[in-house]
T-cell receptor, first 115, second 114 residues
Framework: KAGVTQTPRYLIKTRGQQVTLSCSPI?????VSWYQQTPGQGLQFLFE???????NKGNFPGRFSGRQFSNSRSEMNVSTLELGDSALYLC??????????????FGQGTRLTVV | AQKITQTQPGMFVQEKEAVTLDCTYD???????LFWYKQPSSGEMIFLIY??????QNATEGRYSLNFQKARKSANLVISASQLGDSAMYFC???????????FGTGTSLTVIP
């Protein structure tokens, strides 16, 4: 069974540009969540998609957006990149729609560097 | 208030010894799940163990066990017989109610010494 696949693994962008990251969840998983990890702020929740609908959103500016396709693959987009957006972006895939008692599997992350 | 607190930024353990990583949590929801993840330098978060708030028994998965003390709101991870490959960051996390959002602690860096 394939794991969670995030592409690309590494990315270098210039301030002001935009970037799109992709996440393919485990087959059959309909929930995809995104997290930003930085040394200063730790792991912070960005948003969650389930069956193509955003169900929950963290406290991030509108420059951060996402979507989910009918095959459950998800993309997140960051527009007008800032130096502070440099981070490891992790995607998590879950089987059920909700519940504290379902484990989530993470991808290897996309390491974004903004210069 | 922080939902998940990990007070040990770094820990060292001798190979083959046991080690306990601390985690306390804060929630008013009676239904929640507690998770531990391992993050090696490669970046991937690897699921280790899970404990539900209604579970009566402490969770165990191979060399990992979760010492769940509900009244104290603690969910410590115990790694028995440490191996060199256990060196990594360890994160405690919680999900509440019907939500899928994880609340993570700041992590503990574990170094296993040969």
């Amino acid at each position: 069974k394939a794991g969670v696949t995030q592409t690309p693994r590494y990315l270098i962008k210039t301030r002001g540009q935009q970037v799109t990251l992709s996440c393919s969840p485990i087959s059959g998983h309909r929930s995809v969540s995104w997290y930003q990890q930085t040394p200063g702020q730790g792991l912070q929740f960005l948003f969650e998609y389930f069956s193509e609908t955003q169900r929950n959103k963290g406290n991030f500016p509108g420059r951060f957006s996402g979507r989910q396709f009918s095959n459950s693959r998800s993309e997140m987009n960051v527009s007008t990149l800032e130096l502070g957006d440099s981070a490891l972006y992790l995607c998590a895939s879950s089987h059920l729609g909700s519940g504290g008692w379902t484990e989530a599997f993470f991808g290897q992350g996309t390491r974004l560097t903004v210069v | 208030a922080q939902k998940i607190t990990q007070t040990q930024p770094g820990m060292f353990v001798q190979e083959k010894e046991a080690v306990t990583l601390d985690c306390t949590y804060d929630t008013s929801d009676p239904s929640y799940g507690l998770f531990w993840y391992k993050q090696p330098s490669s970046g991937e978060m690897i699921f280790l163990i899970y404990q539900g708030s209604y579970d009566q028994q402490n969770a165990t998965e191979g060399r990992y066990s979760l010492n769940f003390q509900k009244a104290r709101k603690s969910a410590n991870l115990v790694i028995s017989a440490s191996q060199l490959g256990d060196s990594a960051m360890y994160f405690c996390a919680m999900r509440e109610g019907t939500g899928n959002q994880f609340y993570f602690g700041t992590g503990t860096s574990l170094t296993v010494i040969p």
